[in-house]
């Protein structure tokens, strides 16, 4: 089956510090990609939703200079926490979807952990 | 209330049981995905449905449009299944958007 690679896993660094997290699709065109965010024992939340070669559409509340999204190609997308601060701690997992049709299947990459200290 | 329900919320099973994780829903969808996270966080998305039945080996789902509501069954359950059981949905009016059920954490104990 379709398979995202999410990179890095584990991301430990200090306040203040930018954190980049990659989301590939490995074997197939990702037209769309997504962020999430989950806290323990809660839901996914989704932050933004990034479509190849446009700007990424965000949720409310997201906000777009603290969590920049990138996809610049049909394989990668990346998000960067930007002056990362201990509330920034958290789970950060992606997901990508090829094809044109709203309700293809989602794929999901492993996950990020991120905490600051 | 969430437009996407999930009974129970906590399952522990022994063994060999067979498992039934329920997902109902309020909204009109196009389709239903089952998802499982595993301890360490990665999602595997397990189904994609909009009708009938889908089955992958001991994994059953099933779908009743009319009724709103979802099955996702384990036959010959394994301690390797356990993990948080999401059932999810596009609902017609968010496009590509996934809007979650809370989950369901299924433990199996040897």
């Known amino acids: 089956g379709a398979v995202v690679s999410q990179h890095p896993s584990w991301v430990i660094c200090k306040s203040g510090t930018s954190v980049k997290i990659e989301c590939r699709s490995l074997?197939?065109?990702?037209?769309?990609m997504f962020w999430y965010r989950q806290f323990p024992k809660q839901s996914l939340m989704l932050m933004a939703t990034s479509n190849e070669g446009s700007k990424a559409t965000y949720e409310q509340g997201v906000e777009k200079d603290k969590f920049l999204i990138n996809h610049a190609s049909l394989t990668l997308s990346t998000l960067t926490v930007t002056s990362a601060h201990p509330e920034d701690s958290s789970f950060y997992i992606c997901?990508?979807?090829?094809?044109?049709?709203?309700?293809?299947?989602?794929?999901f990459g492993d996950g990020t952990r991120l905490s600051i200290l | 209330k969430n437009e996407v329900e999930q009974s129970p919320q906590n399952l522990t099973a022994q063994e060999g049981e067979f498992i039934t994780i329920n997902c109902s829903y309020s909204v009109g969808i196009s389709a239903l995905h089952w998802l499982q996270q595993h301890p360490g966080g990665g999602i595997v998305s397990l189904f994609m449905l909009s009708s009938g039945k889908k089955k992958h080996g001991r994994l059953i789902a099933t779908i009743n449009i009319q009724e709103k509501h979802s099955s996702l069954h384990i036959t010959a359950s394994h301690p390797r299944d356990s993990a948080v059981y999401i059932c999810?949905?596009?609902?017609?009016?968010?496009?590509?958007?996934?809007?979650f059920g809370e989950g369901t954490q299924l433990t199996v104990n040897p």
């Open positions: 074997d197939f065109q990702a037209t769309t």
């Open positions: 997901s990508a979807r090829g094809g044109s049709y709203s309700n293809q299947p989602q794929h």
């Open positions: 999810a949905v596009y609902k017609e009016t968010s496009g590509s958007r996934l809007t």
